[in-house]
């Protein structure tokens, strides 16, 4: 595009903009650079198995990677995403670019847990590179499609949080998990050399400094207890998710089933299947609305999470068919009520839309590394069934918030802008 839309936000809402399309190829590169910066933050997890093993390190030890990743995310997403309305986000794009692609090859060389910890922290900072490329996408996007460049880019973004645990699971059966780590920092090389290349340069929409920044966000979930029910409801899903997710590959080397890494990276499909679907939930939330499309994710996530308490009482292959079910129903679940409660911080504010997101976003990935953190203390002294429990109660708490009562928007006015 030769000019730059830019998106005042103490101005009253443009007018529709003449009918104009974006380059494929540039839709093309937000979408895959959003999915491969966020797949950086799920690699680690179908290759725990076999790199606790390797480097010598405890399950409890290696189970902290995806906590500090997660934890990383969320830190990345609250504390650098508002940068992007203060600064050029092209800049901020490239340079996470760089810290990120580093991150990835101080892991794939880490002589052992700890610079392995520290790398995973570093990753889930720089990863949130995904968070400044969404919001790019919209302020590039014409208004007559910036619902569905927008949908595309977060397709890619799905897409590369679901088949990073397929594609790092193949990698580390046949070529070692140093080599995925190698492989991720290229991608994101490619990426960046890419972005250099095809990305506009954006002009800053607030001169907010930068505590102001962040004091809009407390300014919001202050105001807002839809937003602080959608964060929290968001939350508390994230942690079961984030516990089966982070200790399958861990489970699935042990007895009975003694398999790799590929195995566990498989369970990604299943989970893109149920995930895939989700957008479904859309449609159902323009009809019906958005609360009950909460409502029925988080009661699907808990009946998905409750099934799996009865693989004790099943054969091998008959519990891994299970597992697979249960993944496919409890990534459905989660994906719908992730798309109702973004429809319903979306209708608070259209003015601080970037904000609502960073608030929402960072409390699910903070309910990711908590899960993360839970699991890997429940899975040594409880086993598989204590991390069912643990995803089965933070679900029912999630129903529990939604059917708590609807949760209305405050005053859109008053938050700094």
């Known amino acids: 595009m030769s000019s730059i839309q830019t998106v005042h936000v103490n101005a009253a809402p443009r007018p529709a903009a003449p009918a104009e399309r974006l380059p494929a190829s540039l839709v093309l590169l937000l979408a895959t650079g959003a999915g491969l910066a966020v797949a950086s933050i799920y690699y680690s997890q179908p290759m725990l198995g076999v790199l606790g093993a390797d ?6 030890a290696v189970g902290f990677m995806p906590t500090l990743t997660q934890l990383g995310y969320a830190l990345g997403i609250l504390l650098l995403a508002p940068l992007g309305d203060r600064f050029d986000r092209r800049s901020i794009i490239l340079a996470k670019a760089a810290v990120l692609c580093a991150a990835l090859l101080l892991a794939g060389a880490a002589p052992g847990i700890g ?9 889930g900072l720089s990863a949130s590179m995904a968070q400044d490329i969404v919001p790019a996408a ?34 580390a059966e046949h070529f070692g998990w140093r080599a995925m780590f190698v492989v991720a920092a290229a991608s994101i090389a490619l990426v960046g050399v890419a972005a250099w290349r095809g990305l506009p340069r954006f002009r800053p ?11 809009s966000l407390a300014a919001l979930w202050r105001l807002h207890g839809a937003l602080r029910r959608a964060t929290l409801a968001q939350g508390l899903l994230a942690i079961g998710f984030s516990a089966f997710w982070s ?43 958005p609360e009950l499309v909460t409502r029925l994710g988080a009661g699907l996530v808990v009946l998905s999470f409750a099934a799996m308490a ?13 597992l697979a079910a ?8 989660v994906q719908a009520a992730l798309i109702a409660h973004q429809t319903i911080v979306y209708g608070i504010d259209p003015a601080a839309r970037s904000r609502l997101n960073a608030v929402l976003f960072t409390g699910m990935f903070i309910g990711m590394a908590i ?24 679900a029912l708490a999630a129903l529990g918030v939604r059917l708590s009562g609807p949760g209305r928007p405050g005053r859109s006015s008053a938050a700094p802008r």
């Open 326 to 333: 249960s993944a496919v129903g409890f990534d459905l679940g």
């Open 247 to 289: 200790t399958l590959a861990v489970m699935l080397h042990g007895a009975p089933f003694h398999l790799g890494s590929a195995a566990a990276g498989a369970f990604g499909l299943a989970g893109a299947a149920g995930a895939l679907a989700a957008p479904l939930a859309g449609r159902l939330a323009d009809r019906r609305g």
């Open 55 to 60: 480097i010598g390190a405890s399950t409890r």
């Open 371 to 394: 899960g993360s953190a839970l699991a890997a203390l429940v899975l040594p002294t409880w086993g598989w069934l204590g991390v069912t429990v643990l995803a089965t109660v933070s």
């Open 138 to 171: 919209a302020t590039l996007a014409p208004e007559s499609h910036r619902g569905k460049v927008v949908g595309m880019v977060m397709t890619g973004l799905l897409l590369g949080i679901l088949l990073s645990r397929v594609v790092s699971g193949f990698v």
């Open 115 to 123: 610079w392995l910890l520290v790398a995973s922290l570093a990753i």
């Open 310 to 322: 009865l693989m004790p009482l099943l054969s091998a292959p008959a519990r891994l068919w299970l």
């Open 205 to 215: 929409t607030t001169q907010l400094a930068y505590g102001a920044l962040l004091g």
